[in-house]
């Protein structure tokens, strides 16, 4: 082991683990032991159980990075969070206690990537083609925004009206990549979120998924979380 934290990565809905591939190629460049499972997407608390199972896995302190709803997940460990040290959220959610995704999007118009949404007999919702490639991943290359579009995985709609427990931000020190030109998320939200958790904050002039289309400034942001939780004293949770 060479000393350094791990990583866990934590995809968003419609997706799957391989859309964090550039970022965890860079990681593994520089040494770390990296980790990017694969999460049910049928509820806060299934997928928080999948984040728990993981990090309890870890042999040492590890760093949790989060895309979209995967910031819900890694949010919702609140203060039983295995192992976890550090939190980057990337063009992710960062909900405060008793909010929800459901009420935070209908504050103002529905995002273009999340327009056209459909529901299936079972309760998930899924994205359309067209919606995925011009919107979600609107600056990722149009053949592989259709790949990724393919492995998408469709999320559980109760997902959007689950409330916030106590938000694990409140006793981890986080670190923020705001997706300028996302449109799923908008920028101004997460400028707030990343506000008021007093999270160490980059911006980048990317689409909805940023890690995929700036995977180099995705892994420095993780980069430099790792690095500075290993130079803060052992037990110092916030900055």
């Known amino acids: 082991m060479n000393g350094r934290p791990r990583i866990v990565l934590v995809h968003g809905a419609w997706a799957d683990g391989s859309c964090w591939s550039g970022v965890i190629e860079r990681l593994q460049a520089e040494g770390y032991q990296v980790t990017a499972p694969q999460f049910p997407l049928t509820s806060t608390a299934d997928d928080v159980a999948r984040l728990r199972q993981v990090l309890t896995l870890q042999d040492g302190p590890t760093i949790v990075a989060g895309h979209s709803y995967g910031g819900q997940i890694m949010t919702a460990l609140g203060t039983d969070a295995p192992n976890a040290v550090g939190l980057v959220y990337i063009a992710a959610f960062g909900l405060d206690q008793g909010e929800s995704l459901g009420a935070l999007l209908s504050q103002g118009p529905t995002p273009p990537a999340l327009e056209h949404l459909f529901t299936d007999k079972q309760g998930f919702m899924w994205q359309p083609q067209d919606d995925f490639v011009q ?14 579009h393919a492995v998408q995985q469709p999320i559980a709609s109760s997902t959007f009206s689950e409330a916030m427990g106590v938000p694990a931000w409140k006793s981890l020190p986080s670190w923020y990549l705001i997706a300028t030109q996302d449109q799923a ?5 997460q400028r707030m979120f990343a506000s008021r958790m007093g999270a160490t904050t980059s911006e980048v002039p990317a689409s909805h998924l940023a890690m995929v289309s700036h995977p180099d400034e995705a892994a420095q942001l993780i980069k430099t979380a790792a690095e500075t939780r290993t130079a803060m004293p052992a037990g110092r949770a916030r900055r």
């Open 135 to 148: 919107h979600f991943a609107a600056d990722v290359d149009p053949v592989q925004a259709k790949v990724l």
């Open 185 to 189: 998320i908008p920028p101004d939200a």
